[in-house]
């Protein structure tokens, strides 16, 4: 069953608006953390932001931030003033226990974000 | 310095052929990862090692053996190659959740394997 869902495959979002990209996740741990991370076209993948599932306040960096509702398992990235270099793969992902004594951090699907000039 | 390095970036080989991606950490980390991503940008973990110990495998054939000759490292071993193998892998590394601080996981810059 898929654990992280991007339902958005590609968003357009226009240069200096805000733009939010979903995700929702499903997990029955209490505790677990979500990541966003960047992939532009050179294919490295850069980490946005954290939030852990006892963080009381949503977290942010810089132009990111993330809106945690919790009871409804959504995590979604908000983006302030795109700018061009926005323009990416950008994934959700949610780190839980393995199973089998460790963790792992598994991946949605990914948005594909364009930003227009 | 490079946080998470993995070599080659680049792989071509023949199906049937054995290849080899080596990765590095050099951030003190305990917990190391596979993942490959295929064609369709999917990023889907394969192997999870803690202190040089398998903790996860994920469905993955057996083809596919991973070595961890310390905690630093950890090698991923590619027997008989097939076209389906062909996508990109990463390696990334995080710091153990039971020190209490979650942290995002590290990655390399990517294999890129071709299987013709």
């Known amino acids: 069953a898929q654990k992280i869902t991007q339902t958005q495959p590609g968003m357009f979002v226009q240069e200096k608006e805000a733009v939010t990209l979903d995700c929702t996740y499903d997990?029955?741990?209490?505790?677990?953390?979500l990541f966003w991370y960047k992939q532009p076209s050179s294919g490295e993948m850069i980490f946005l932001i954290y939030?852990?599932?006892?963080?009381?306040q949503n977290a942010t960096e810089g132009r990111y931030s993330l809106n945690f509702q919790k009871a409804r398992k959504s995590a979604n990235l908000v983006i302030s003033a795109s700018q061009l270099g926005d323009s990416a793969m950008y994934f959700c992902?949610?780190?839980?226990?393995?199973?089998?004594?460790?963790?792992?951090?598994?991946f949605g699907a990914g948005t594909r974000l364009f930003v227009k000039a | 310095d490079t946080a998470v390095s993995q070599t080659p970036k680049y792989l071509v080989t023949q199906m049937g052929n054995d290849k080899s991606i080596k990765c590095e950490q050099n951030?003190?980390?305990?917990?190391m990862y596979w993942y490959k991503q295929d064609s369709k940008k999917f990023l889907k973990i394969m192997f999870s090692?803690?202190?040089?110990?398998?903790?996860i495998n994920e469905t993955v054939p057996n083809r596919f053996s991973p070595k961890s000759p310390d905690k630093a490292h950890l090698n991923l071993h590619i027997n008989s190659l097939e076209l389906g193998d062909s996508a990109v892998y990463f390696c990334?590394?995080?710091?153990?959740?039971?020190?209490?601080?979650?942290?995002?996981?590290?990655f390399g810059q990517g294999t890129r394997l071709t299987v013709v």
């Open positions: 990334a590394s995080s710091q153990d959740l039971s020190y209490g601080e979650d942290t995002e996981a590290f």
């Open positions: 997990t029955s741990d209490p505790s677990y953390g």
């Open positions: 939030q852990g599932s006892y963080d009381q």
């Open positions: 992902a949610m780190r839980e226990a393995g199973g089998t004594g460790g963790f792992k951090t598994i």
């Open positions: 951030l003190g980390h305990d917990t």
């Open positions: 090692y803690n202190n040089k110990e398998l903790i």
